[in-house]
């Protein structure tokens, strides 16, 4: 404090401390090709609810183009009245709303992916936002419905072409078309300059970098709902169109690669079901034996993270720890042994297991499903 | 969509698109010296309530140290039973809690400085994000409070060693010592490593790069609390410790240097008190004859920046848009010659006066306090 500090002039956008350079998104390394890959938020070291835009994880197929939203336009077409193309300025004519929704990938993680050593890991393809724009309905509304109306194929303008179909119901819900995410414009990782949102449904089909819709009768078939984005059963059939993303929750201090001293410690971590609010999240601090209710941190939000907190004075004794979700619908988030009597081990997608964190007598925690 | 976009990787920490390089902190220029200044949210260009940690406004006053959260420590002492000296990770270990409050500086903006041009130059000093810290109650009972312990005088590590007096009724209520700002670790213009923060109370006493709370029985009347940051009244009297922010609303959009079209427009803004919860914002779009109840968007939080929205359709011809905030004491924000009738015209601090845009034929906005 002997010298004078850097200027208010000296980051007109400002960045983390340089002391905080390891916060940063979890790459795969080693991939063939990083064009459709993801990133994972870090969230065993992140706190509230909120995710901050530059560690918002990343899912894209194509890439990340670069939009320039003065040339960007939206078609809506097939069975509406009054077909329309939008500039992003129109679009942003329309009344706006603003909620705080996650955003969940649907193989997160995938069934045969449960060996990852940090809560990122693991389940890193979830963030959270405050989410800004126009209520999909809004639009169609301009558009006008036609009778037989019963989808909307929504597609992105990034080089995979990312096609979703989208029920109608959902579309006159609460679904929006976002162009704002904490505040500021959307980044271009999360589909710059505007969205589809579709709060709770699994994240491919909130399509980024919208340029089309198209109202249907019937949904498309595209490759992301039938190849992929399906659940294969143990008969060999395939569940298509699940969408909603089931009741989750996740301890994220103390998680993998942490290390934590005996005698106090803050249990936390984060909740989140695509039905609704977050009713209750329960922990336990003996691998399952008896479960006590953490506290909720308000606002408890619909289709939001809610983060969880329990005290708890660690023995110093060899143990694991577990959180289990329930939401206001009462589905209780399922044991990953569960789930697969039902789903098998050909599954990928909707996988909401519980995840057990293991401490040693050293304090150092791993992963439950790893064998130490 | 021809070609591939960038990878996953290429942004291990996430930055806006280039198409929104224009969007940053709106730093004042041809200032003599920028160690000792502030910049501003950039209001009129964000959507929602939460500012996201780029673009949180700055004022210190001896420039952003730069610290190394290793080195970094807390003194605690004076009236206490036991004097503490505590690491960040110390800091970590208490039990956490995270809410969404608005900081806003005293002067937002000064009673001389009406005439600026848009929402930011007028109120940019004012920003909101989801903090997770610990409570200072809590370090202050570790340490155990004696008997005539009525006051704690937090202290900067800057080069300006900011002190301020806080009273104890605040310190044992929702005064907070806070690590982290929108999920992440707390900006260093922001304070980093970690920072007082008083919710409501002017942004001054909510101390950064916190070094020591030394707990008296009297405040220590700084330099900070006596020479500035009082208000000085039309009898030569000056107001000290008014800490609580009162009662304020502007509209964002449309707002100074913006143009809107004839027809539908979306007016829109934030409001905010430091005494609770925002009740009502009421909408004049003829200069105050009249007024419209605005919606509020959920959730209407304690303390935080709370959207409202009214949907208006303009006929073309020139007139004068107002909002007006009553909180849940029941205050309602002044017009500013009723302010100024009271607080004289040599005050500077706690100027929460309606904000008037004029909207002229062509659909240009401008400061209703500039003359044409």
Redesign the interface.
């Known amino acids: 404090?002997?010298?004078?500090?850097?200027?208010?002039?000296?980051?007109?956008?400002?960045?983390?401390?340089?002391?905080?350079k390891r916060?940063?998104?979890n790459?795969p390394k080693n991939l063939k090709q990083?064009?459709s890959?993801?990133?994972r938020t870090p969230l065993q070291?992140?706190?509230?609810?909120?995710?901050?835009?530059?560690?918002?994880y990343?899912r894209?197929h194509?890439?990340?183009?670069?939009?320039?939203?003065?040339r960007h336009r939206l078609m809506i077409h097939g069975l509406v009245e009054r077909p329309l193309v939008l500039t992003m300025d129109e679009i942003r004519?329309?009344?706006?709303?603003?909620r705080?929704y996650f955003i969940e990938c649907s193989g997160n993680p995938g069934f045969e992916a449960m060996t990852g050593r940090t809560a990122s890991d693991l389940v890193g393809l979830v963030s959270c936002?405050?989410?800004?724009g126009v209520r999909l309905r809004t639009v169609l509304e301009e558009a006008g419905l036609e009778p037989d109306a019963r989808w909307v194929v929504a597609e992105g303008?990034?080089?995979a072409?990312m096609t979703r179909s989208i029920p109608m119901e959902k579309c006159l819900d609460d679904a929006m078309l976002v162009?704002?995410q904490?505040?500021?414009?959307l980044?271009?990782?999360q589909g710059?300059?505007f969205r589809v949102l579709l709060p709770g449904y699994e994240g491919n089909m909130s399509v980024k970098w919208l340029r089309r819709l198209n109202v249907t009768a019937e949904p498309i078939h595209a490759r992301e709902e039938t190849a992929k984005y399906t659940d294969l059963m143990p008969d060999g059939t395939a569940r298509q169109f699940t969408f909603v993303m089931e009741a989750k929750s996740i301890i994220t201090r103390p998680s993998g690669s942490q290390r934590i001293a005996a005698g106090?410690?803050?249990i936390?971590g984060l909740a989140w079901s695509g039905h609704g609010r977050i009713a209750r999240v329960e922990v336990s601090v003996d691998d399952g034996r008896s479960w006590t209710e953490a506290h909720l941190?308000p606002?408890v939000?619909t289709r939001a993270l809610t983060?969880f907190?329990l005290?708890w004075t660690w023995d110093g004794t060899p143990t694991t720890i577990l959180s289990r979700a329930t939401d206001e619908t009462g589905y209780v988030q399922p044991h990953f042994a569960d789930l697969t009597a039902v789903r098998g081990t050909k599954s990928f997608y909707h996988n909401n297991a519980i995840i057990p964190w293991r401490i040693a007598a050293s304090g150092e925690v791993a992963n439950g499903f790893v064998k130490a």
């Open positions: 404090m002997k010298a004078p500090g850097a200027d208010v002039g000296s980051q007109p956008y400002g960045t983390p401390s340089p002391y905080e916060l940063i998104r790459i990083y064009t890959a993801s990133s070291d992140l706190d509230g609810i909120i995710t901050p835009n530059g560690l918002f990343e894209h194509g890439g990340i183009p670069e939009i320039d939203p003065a004519r329309f009344p706006s709303e603003s705080i936002a405050e989410w800004t303008a990034d080089a072409a162009y704002s904490n505040g500021e414009r980044r271009p990782q710059y300059p106090f410690n803050e936390t941190q606002p939000l983060r907190r005290p």
